[in-house]
């Protein structure tokens, strides 16, 4: 398969500039000026377009058991949706039960991804700890192609990572080469707000928020970072909704921590006042968590973006169609938590991001993909266009329009949280591993194509981690004496 991109303009993270990509046997084989048309399998004529390294959501959920159902969108349908938008690569999360062996749940997860047209790797949960645990992080790292751990310090009584757990795991990670990533949400204050807007028979998904209000999470979020801080652990921050939570990134890293910050397309966009919708559907179909917040949050986040404070952006795409949502008609905290928004991600950060000036194009490509590629370790193979690199791209179209709906979408859920917004800049074709996936609104690749992506221990980027850590305790030690 040789596949020529001709006319366009390519932009990276760092450069914009324009050349001809040669795409064989699914890597990027040449960038010239003028690439002949010879013997190549098909040409693609970029003219007035540009060419940007393929999304990667490094947060999906798809066909995640959670909360007594099942995500809708399976392997199939979710990275199908993720190619319709432009996104070629996403990192899942093996969520194992508490108690269940860890690479049997990686094992379960794997088989369910066999179907994925895009290609994946998997981020795992830490959801209870001992010494099988433990050896068990050594096996994916070191067999299995896994270098992040994930800790949902919400959801008390299912998944959640106490302290302990989490200190366990850090210092874990730190032996293996691994990072360690959070969801904050401080899990015994929300259940404690949740029981008592019930008591006061506040059911609906307005309470929904009102029980996990910006500083549950924040406080969450400081107390992961000095729990990093303290063990000499970097840390990666997954859906930053709160600007209290952006602070305490700021705080962290101007002392000098390596805390790394993502947000959603769907917490930069949509507001609270969701909760307020007198459907119920409607305003079920918002909750997720952390929920939406006032406006003034937004803005927030897209300066955490422009500042580098928040270095990528995902979806959290885990979605849930009315009748699930349904389960929690008389009781909020029944409704299955998560929105759909793997296909849209890049729409909304163009549309709202770059035609209104907040981010570069250049930073647009940092923040969809290659900051996802390097905090995760497989930059340049994924996030660039460079020689060798896989031919996993975007060929955008900055003029075009779409009007986002759940009528037009590729995601099996019966809702979209952007619905009737109008997008100007959209994905004309997707490249997956050098071959058209997606094509000016069908998804071409076929069922299985996806690969899953190992992902390498960060060996010399410890060292420096560890060496500055080791300066700081025997720093500390010499005052004290
Ligand atoms: O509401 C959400 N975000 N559902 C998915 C699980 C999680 O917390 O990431
Ligand atoms: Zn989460
Ligand atoms: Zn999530």
Redesign the pocket.
């Known amino acids: 398969m040789r596949l020529l991109i001709k006319n366009g303009q390519i932009i990276t993270h760092e450069q914009s500039y324009f050349a001809d990509v040669l795409c064989e046997d699914g890597v990027i084989t040449q960038i010239n000026d003028h690439i002949p048309d010879e013997n190549v399998t098909e040409v693609i004529d970029a003219q007035g377009m540009l060419i940007m390294p393929g999304g990667i959501d490094p947060h999906t ?1 798809m066909q995640l058991p ?1 909360m007594g159902t099942v995500a809708i969108d399976d392997f199939e349908s979710g990275t199908k949706a993720a190619l319709a938008g432009g996104t070629t690569m996403i990192i899942d999360f093996v969520i194992p039960n508490p108690q269940q062996n860890l690479l049997e749940a990686y094992h379960q997860w794997r088989g369910w991804a066999e179907k994925a047209t895009c290609d994946y790797s998997f981020h795992v949960a830490i959801t209870w700890w001992d010494d099988s645990v433990s050896r068990d992080m050594q096996t994916l790292v070191e067999k299995h192609g896994v270098n992040s751990f994930k800790h ?1 310090m919400a959801y008390k009584n299912a998944i959640m990572a106490t302290d302990d757990m989490m200190i366990a795991s850090f210092s874990r990670c730190i032996e293996l080469g691994a990072i360690p990533t959070v ?1 904050a949400e401080n899990g015994e204050l929300v259940y404690h707000l949740q029981q008592s807007l019930l008591e006061r028979n506040i059911t609906g998904p307005e309470a929904h928020p009102l029980s996990r209000p910006p500083i549950v999470e924040s406080e969450a979020a400081n107390r992961a970072i000095s729990i990093a801080d303290t063990l000499g652990s970097p840390l990666y921050l ?2 930053v909704s709160a600007s209290q939570t952006l602070d305490a990134i700021r705080y962290a890293t101007e002392n000098g921590q390596r805390v790394f910050g993502e947000c959603l397309a769907a917490h930069l966009t949509i507001d609270d006042s969701v909760y307020q919708d007198k459907n119920w559907l409607h305003a079920a179909a918002h909750v ?2 952390p929920p939406f917040r006032p406006k003034n949050h937004q803005q927030a986040l897209w300066n955490g973006l422009k500042s580098g404070a928040l270095q990528t952006t995902a979806t ?1 795409h ?1 979605a849930f169609c009315a009748e699930q949502k349904s389960m929690g008609k008389n009781d909020f905290t029944n409704i299955p ?2 929105v759909s928004s793997v296909e849209e991600r890049l729409m909304v950060l163009w549309n709202n991001g770059v035609n209104t000036g907040q981010l570069t194009m250049n930073e647009f490509v940092a923040v969809t993909s290659t900051n996802a590629a390097k905090i995760f370790n497989i930059y340049p193979r994924k996030g660039a266009i460079q020689i060798n690199a896989d031919a996993d791209l975007v060929i955008w179209d900055p003029k075009a329009t779409k009007v986002l709906s759940v009528i037009n979408q590729h995601s099996k859920v019966d809702f979209n949280i952007y619905e009737g917004m109008t997008m100007t800049g959209i994905p004309a074709y997707t490249i997956a591993a050098g071959e058209v996936a997606y094509q000016r609104g069908e998804v071409l690749v076929k069922v299985g194509k996806g690969k899953y992506i190992n992902r390498p221990p960060y060996a010399s980027y410890y060292q420096t981690i560890e060496q500055s850590h080791q300066r700081k305790v025997a720093k500390a030690v010499k005052r004290d004496q």
């Open positions: 959920h959670f949902f969801h997954v859906h997720m968590s959290d885990c938590n998560g």
